[in-house]
């Protein structure tokens, strides 16, 4: 088996990236893309083929030595039919039948997975393999998503829909979502909430070192927010401890709900590091029960944007080990 090799997918809105993974989660070869979905999907699951081959043609393999395949893709998806069923990110892709057409174009076995629950099962595999302990993913970027980690199985839910944490309600009252509820935790602790929050601020008059970025830049980003922050900044300091607090909060029902060891936070905003570590950790501190000590580790991702593919990949072995 050590010539074997899976192919781990992760198919975004904006690009596709495609990795060839041993079976202790070393990626061998990768490649990247952009997705451009438009193009329709036949096109773009044809360029994840091509991509397959290219990844062991470069690894001197055939496909022979492929033992599985995992996609990681943006829901919801039915996994029963192996089909992306409408993707927000991925306009026009209704029903689209992922899992078949690479089953028939690779000859081999084909894992989807929801692409959250694909980083949060390769943060399992390999960001950590001295600790695979149950763990919930955060993935702090345009939404927010997540992926559940249960005694080794991604948690799925009877409607194969569970791990949309990122629509867990922190404020009722608050603005209205894109999925038509109001207060979600995407609406406080996603990059794309920081930075509309700012630029809110600044249009109402606010004053703040932003608005010297926003002009020379044009644009702003959750980073720009971040490091004001750290310059202590008080428009981006306010912003930045209400969306730690909120996440603290979204960490404390988290654990509450499934009692993880971990809880681990991704995506963009987590490039942040230790300053958003430490101020979701004490807002946490300050706000969790004092009837247990159930207190998990909260950390920061450490597969970074690879986490998708590796995970698909990793799901795929699993797979293949399992004999299904």
């Not at 703040?208 to 959750?222: E, F, V």
Request: aromatic content about 6%.
């Amino acid at each position: 088996m050590s010539f074997a090799v899976a192919i781990g997918i992760d198919l975004g809105g904006t690009n596709l990236k495609v990795a060839a993974v041993d079976s202790t989660g070393r990626v061998l070869s990768s490649a990247q893309t952009a997705t451009n979905p438009a193009r329709g999907p036949e096109i773009v699951l044809a360029e994840m083929v091509d991509l397959s081959d290219r990844l062991l043609t470069q690894l001197n393999r055939t496909r022979a030595a492929l033992i599985g395949v995992g996609v990681g893709a943006p829901g919801p998806l039915n996994q029963t039919a192996g089909t992306v069923v409408r993707a927000a990110n991925l306009v026009g892709w209704n029903d689209v039948p992922i899992r078949d057409f690479l089953h028939k174009s690779l000859h081999v076995l084909v894992h989807l997975e929801n692409d959250a629950n694909a980083a949060a099962y390769g943060e399992f595999w390999v960001g950590d393999p001295k600790n695979r302990t149950d763990l919930v993913l955060l993935t702090l970027g345009t939404g927010v998503g997540a992926g559940i980690i249960l005694g080794g199985q991604v948690l799925r839910g009877h409607f194969e829909n569970a791990g949309e944490l990122g629509h867990m309600i922190v404020n009722p009252e608050g603005p209205l979502c894109a999925c038509g509820q109001r207060g979600c935790l995407e609406q406080y602790a996603s990059g794309t909430s920081v930075t509309q929050r700012a630029q809110s601020e600044l249009r109402g008059g606010a004053h703040s070192t932003l608005r010297q970025i926003l002009h020379t830049q044009g644009t702003l980003n959750a980073s720009d927010v971040s490091r004001c922050a750290q310059q202590s900044d008080p428009l981006s300091m306010r912003i930045w401890l209400e969306t730690c607090m909120y996440l603290a909060l979204a960490c404390i029902n988290i654990q509450h709900a499934f009692n993880p060891a971990r809880i681990i936070l991704g995506g963009g905003l987590s490039q942040a590091g230790e300053f958003l570590l430490h101020s979701v950790q004490n807002e946490f501190k300050n706000r969790f029960w004092k009837l247990g000590h159930d207190v998990p580790a909260i950390g920061l991702a450490r597969l970074g944007y690879d986490a998708g593919a590796i995970g698909a990949a990793g799901l795929a072995w699993k797979n293949c080990t399992a004999g299904t």
